[in-house]
């Protein structure tokens, strides 16, 4: 299913702590976490996002932490994808587990502009800017994370590997 | 061509004879752990696999160090989700309050990681115990959960970097310095994905303490793992600790590394990270003069006994500044204990500092010692994030103990030499 939503640009090395603070590490509801994503970023950001949005990023973004909470509370506020130039390998793991897209596209992480109108093929990894009628190519997702999203993250890929689920 | 440690373990781990850089494999895991934080998660994520049991109960651990002892209703919440599941499974290795200290610090002092083990965390720091010549990496809840029911989790091999430090320590200059140098010049993401390989002659002139303190803080350059390979001093620490056989491993002569860095220490000066990123890397001199409104020694990188004794070295027979508190946190409760029986928490005291029970708490913003607006900390933590220990619009400072406790004296950032002219005995 192709995602489109607006794009809401935020700059390199955004880190765990930006994207939810230690604070609120005292849950695991992503609509509770979804509150306070990117307080400390910037504090009017989470009220312009809006269910089916793209967080379009600089490099290494979910540097520091390991807390799972970041993805989810991404999920929690209805992102449906980032794309960003590069990822920390903790956030890119936990993001592929709870079933969030990320996409590494460093051309589209220059070219977009925030409130970019975006469509995007997850199959393809084709970004589409339809603001500004331009296409950026993500990197392929590696086959192995692809499987994992088609199973729908580590955990139905492990109940498969356990044979507590059928293929 | 060889294989560099990392890569020997992961091969060992995934019975292949051979892996290089970019391989996906699947490893067996030794020993796991999760915190406070990332239990719940995991337990909810084990839950939903539907495994009646963990792979192996003597090989998973959980430490309650990040909200702990609780610091609210919610807090307190995650921590009976976490007793709960521990008694209904009957897990020996759980450390609650009063046996808990900070899990990179404990794990490692009760003998639970060992040379050429695979060790994974639900924390960033899990890197921590590469000093003893394991693979050790942090992971997110899902994949301790995984890593829980199975035994067994997924990696990419990673290309290793290579640091070799020769010279002479000058005084004051600690691990942390060397670490905090490195992330300075290859920056947050220099060594994303990558094993960072530790090495060189300088590494015998630091204290066991110190070595966690550079491994600690790999994730801070991006790595999946900081390593050294394990040495006699390494060895002399394990032996009476491990609580199982274990084989060191050594990477082979012809390893290839992605990149090599060479440092000579000599000249080297004690550094501070500015916020808000660790790779702001400043020799203190450069900095001194920064008004400081809060000291806190302690954490995972740096709350071990090495670093009480730095920082009462500077405190001992003095006052910190009317303006400043300081706060000392030992990372564990044998820390703790040690510091007592040394005097270090009596020095502490008399400065005016607060003494607590080992806790994550302040490095995170979470509890004892959140920072207010415009407040400036000095930490021996690992990072200085925009609103990393309290308001978005408080600052933290990076540095070892010496130059937390020279600043809480002179309520400024200094060179700890301006405190302490001579050598103190404690």
Known sequence: MAIRGRAHKVGDHVDTDLIIAGRYLVTTEPAELAEHLFEDLDPGLRQRIRPGDV??????????????HAPLALVGAGVAAVVAASYARIFYRNAFNNGLLLLECPEASRAVQDGDELEIDPHTGEIRNLTRGEVYRARPIPPFMQELTRLGGIIPYVRRRLGLEAC | MGMTITEKILAYHANLPKVEPGDLVECRVDMLFANDITAPLAIQQFQRIGVDRVFDPDRVAFVLDHYSPAKDIASAEQCRITREFVRKHGLAHFYDVGRAGIAHVLLAEEGFVAPGEVFVGADSHTCNHGALGAFATGVGSSDLAAAMATGRLWFRVPPTLHFVFRGTLPRWVTGKD????????????????????????VLQQLSMDERFSITNMAVEAGAKNGIMEPDEAVLDWVRPRARRPFQPVYGDPDASYAAVYEYDVTDMQPVVSAPPSPANVLPVAEVSGVRVDQCFIGTCTNGRIEDLRQAAQVLAGRRIHPNVRLLVIPASPHVYRQALEEGLI????????????????PCIGGHMGVLAEGEVCVSTSSRNFIGRMGHRGSKTYLSNAAVAAAAAVAGKLVHPDEVVREPTRV
């Open chain 2, 178 to 201: 060397l670490v905090l140098r490195i992330i300075g010049d290859i920056g947050v993401d220099g060594a994303r994905y990558a094993a960072m390989e530790f090495a060189g002659p």
């Open chain 1, 55 to 68: 967080v379009v990023a600089g490099e290494n973004f979910g540097q520091g932490s390991s807390r799972e």
């Open chain 2, 346 to 361: 009596q020095v502490f005291l008399d400065a005016g500092g607060a003494v607590s029970t080992p806790t994550c708490g």
